[in-house]
């Protein structure tokens, strides 16, 4: 996306580096990356930097309206509402497709946004590592808002751990050690101190929680929780699980984030959003007539993660067969932009922005980012299989 340092990274780049590149990242967790890293990093510009982050700001504005709290309200199914909300999420993140516009022209546009984490931990120790293989010029960071490494990993650990001792604070995931994104839970625990937990490990005693501490061996209270759970996953697997605690009861525990914010700043918040570089995206149920061209609109379910249930290529049958309208979107079609010269043909891009938000702070602060590269009609490893300049990257944005 910038030139000049896009035709000299892939003059200089050659196989073996990168091989060495994987070698030492996979060093520091043996087997823990079990995702596709990108041979390359996306280079930014500091005019398409300040398209997407005027986006972010103007969706984060609508955030921390006053209203946002009832308009998102039914973005939470019943059966998933959890009692003791924070006031806001402390990790936010979007997700924009690089296009390409009627002008030929590059610009961000939104395809979805969550209120909760991603690779936080990761994204600090991955794109450390490329530098020290890959020549990336020092006015170009995958830090924002003017975090460095020092003062982003400070914040991170104030946002998650806060005033509370660490041995009382938990990564709580479903299975962390069998999980694709495991290295990020891992760097996590290396950067805070906090060790990942499965929920079948939870103890419950009343309103308590508990786990057994890895280093010390002893039952420990849980009084922070840092939230990896999605719970259209953990509704998948709860047969296989067995019995374990209901995170959905009243319980003496924080959580960062909140589940509900998972829903509150979700798809669901996507047709309330008024932006140039937001697709135009409908309550299904609020459709009075559809579009003439049906495909030019891609058809979303409301709860569901990882890109399950979507329909690219509707069909007027598609949306006849949804029988609850209320709980889809029909979301304007995006078109990624070939943006990334490679070897072979060019690759699309997905950026993803990521926030973090402590408590007492009037709004999220943009801190950190990650990238996915695909030559596939999605982004997603099902559609590149085989393919190489591909999969998880970073973008270095220019300051």
Known sequence: MVPALRKAFNKAFTQTQYEAFLKDLNHLHPGAIEFRIAETPVFVSKAF???????????????ISPGFHKLSERSIPATDLVPNENKHSHFIAFDFGVCINDDNELEPQLIEMQGFPTLYGFQVYYPDLLRSYFSIPDNYSQYLDGYNRETYLSELNDVIVGNVPVENTILLEIKPHEQKTRIDFYCTQDYLGIQPVCIT????????LYYINEKTKKKTQVLRIYNRIIFDDLHAQKESLGKIVDIRQELNVEWIPHPNWFYRISKYTLPFIHHPYVPKTFFLNEVKQLPEKLEDYVLKPLFSFAGQGVVIDIRKSDIDAVKDPENWILQQKVKYADVIETPDIPAKVEIRMMYIWKDGDPRPKLAINLSRLSKGKMIGVRYNKDKDWVGGSVCYFEK
């Not at 930097?49 to 955030?63: A, F, H, N, P, R």
């Open 201 to 208: 490990d939870l103890i419950q005693e009343g309103k308590d």
């Open 49 to 63: 930097g300040e398209k997407i982050i005027d986006t972010c700001e103007s969706i984060v504005d609508l955030i």
